[in-house]
């Protein structure tokens, strides 16, 4: 317990540091533990942190995924893997996240700065310039999906943000864009494919990914 509450109190403190650097005006902390993780959650209780939201972790064997559906895929909308290493390409997919995560709980993304939203997202160790797609309805980006290497000893692909635009909705996009990843990554050589989502999450979410394989566990 010593040892978990001097982390936490220097991690608390950097955090605090850095933001006051930057000259911040207010900071939201968040920490992720697993279920079992009860000693760490204490920690973190007694740091004055409380429980916001459950997520739970899913999954697919690849060999058990549903396959790629070319009539699917298009889903009314032009699907491309882009590369986020281009600052266009990126102002993009920023103002697709906070717009398409506007619902969801906690700081949006339209509230990063794109330069440190860019800086965020280019110098991360799980960074995977390969797994970054678009759907495109003509000329306009209307979802996106972001996989990256958190899981890539692990022979896993990892998908950290499927979105799609609230009025694109109900088209098939989302799911073209996880069954495009998933034919993606089993080309690249990964076994699985995981993601995480809200237990709270009001959009369908969870019957979207276990429509395509997926399970949670």
């Known amino acids: 317990a010593a040892v978990a509450d001097a982390a936490v109190t220097a991690c608390l403190a950097r955090v605090l540091e850095s933001t006051k650097e930057r000259g911040a005006s207010a900071v939201h902390v968040g ?3 697993h279920e079992g993780e009860t000693r760490m959650r204490e920690a973190y209780e007694r740091a004055g942190l ?3 939201s459950t997520y739970w972790l ?26 986020p290493r281009d600052d266009a390409i990126l102002a993009v997919v920023h103002r697709l996240l906070g717009e398409t995560f506007s619902e969801h709980h906690g700081i949006g993304h339209e509230e990063q ?6 800086e965020f997202v280019r110098t991360a160790e799980k960074f995977d310039p390969e797994s970054w797609w678009l759907a495109y309805d003509g000329d306009t980006a209307v979802g996106v999906l972001i996989g990256d290497d958190r899981r890539l000893t692990m022979g896993v ?13 109900g088209r098939g996009i989302a799911r073209a864009l996880l069954l495009s990843a998933f ?6 050589g990964r076994t699985t494919v995981q993601l995480r989502v809200d237990g709270d999450n009001t959009t369908g979410a969870t019957r ?6 997926m399970r949670s566990i």
């Open 183 to 188: 034919a993606d990554y089993r080309a690249r």
């Open 58 to 83: 899913m999954q697919v064997p690849l060999s058990q995924a549903v396959p790629l559906d070319t009539s699917l895929a298009s889903a009314g909308a032009r699907l491309a893997k882009v590369d």
């Open 208 to 213: 979207l990914y276990e429509s395509v394989g």
């Open 157 to 169: 692909g990892y998908i950290g943000r499927v979105g799609v635009r609230k009025q694109y909705r």
């Open 50 to 52: 409380e429980v916001e």
């Open 31 to 33: 920490a992720k533990l």
């Open 113 to 118: 700065s794109f330069s440190d939203y860019a």
